[in-house]
């Protein structure tokens, strides 16, 4: 009678454990899958591995740069440099806020701005202005070919959101390199 009596406790601990493996498995599976998606978004919008340094405050690098104290003004311009991260795509988002806060793009390069918000917002870059609507894109190209930071601004306050750190596009062969080719 005892040996009866465990037969259906054995199965039953084997048909539990069964079946708690199987929900475990499956959350981790999904927890992968969300965990891909997520870091794959993330490469999409420029802040992958190569983006992992840390941002400085938002608020030191959103200052003006200061045209009477070249001191106060190299250190703008040095926590802008640190601060661009490579992207080709700037991501505006509620009260026009900008990600990432700080793009770098080589002169010859096209940058978009892609409205992630529900609202119309108006972008200024380097004199010219540019309406996005809410999930559109806009491309813009024609930077200068100097080593800059160009503000952008958001609205007709003229607000700052970012900056462009703009440098020189580089040739892709030197006149030295020509010569060691043939």
Same mark, same amino acid.
């Given at each position: 009678?005892?040996?009866?009596?465990?037969?259906?406790?054995?199965?039953?601990?084997?048909? &539990?454990?069964?079946?708690?493996?199987?929900?475990?498995?499956?959350?981790?599976?999904?927890?992968?899958?969300?965990?891909?998606?997520?870091?794959?978004?993330?490469?999409?919008?420029g802040n992958g591995n190569?983006?992992?340094? #840390?941002?400085?405050?938002?608020?030191?690098? /959103?200052?003006?740069?200061? $045209?009477?104290?070249?001191?106060?003004?190299?250190?703008?311009?040095?926590?802008?440099?640190?601060?661009?991260?490579?992207?080709?795509?700037?991501? @505006?988002?509620?009260?026009?806020? /900008?990600?990432?806060?700080?793009?770098?793009?080589?002169?010859?390069?096209?940058?978009?701005?892609?409205?992630?918000? $529900? %609202?119309?917002? &108006?972008?200024? @870059?380097?004199?010219?202005?540019? $309406?996005? %609507?809410?999930? #559109?894109?806009?491309?813009?190209?024609?930077?200068?070919? @100097?080593?800059?930071q160009l503000p952008i601004?958001?609205?007709?306050?003229?607000? /700052?959101?970012?900056?462009?750190?703009?440098?020189?596009?580089?040739?892709?062969? &030197?006149?030295?390199?020509?010569?060691?080719?043939?």
């Open positions: 009678m005892k040996k009866l009596l465990i037969f259906p406790i054995v199965i039953f601990i084997l048909v &539990t454990g069964v079946v708690i493996y199987s929900y475990i498995t499956n959350a981790v599976q999904k927890t992968d899958n969300n965990a891909r998606a997520v870091s794959e978004e993330n490469e999409e919008r190569q983006n992992l340094k #840390k941002l400085d405050s938002e608020s030191e690098i /959103l200052q003006p740069i200061s $045209s009477s104290d070249p001191r106060e003004r190299s250190k703008q311009i040095q926590l802008i440099r640190k601060n661009a991260l490579g992207s080709g795509t700037i991501f @505006v988002g509620e009260n026009c806020t /900008l990600s990432p806060v700080v793009t770098h793009v080589e002169s010859g390069s096209p940058i978009s701005f892609f409205n992630e918000s $529900s %609202a119309t917002h &108006t972008l200024a @870059v380097s004199g010219r202005t540019y $309406s996005i %609507a809410p999930d #559109k894109r806009v491309q813009i190209q024609g930077l200068p070919n @100097v080593e800059t601004t958001c609205g007709n306050s003229k607000v /700052l959101k970012g900056y462009l750190y703009t440098t020189p596009s580089r040739p892709t062969d &030197t006149p030295q390199e020509l010569d060691n080719k043939e």
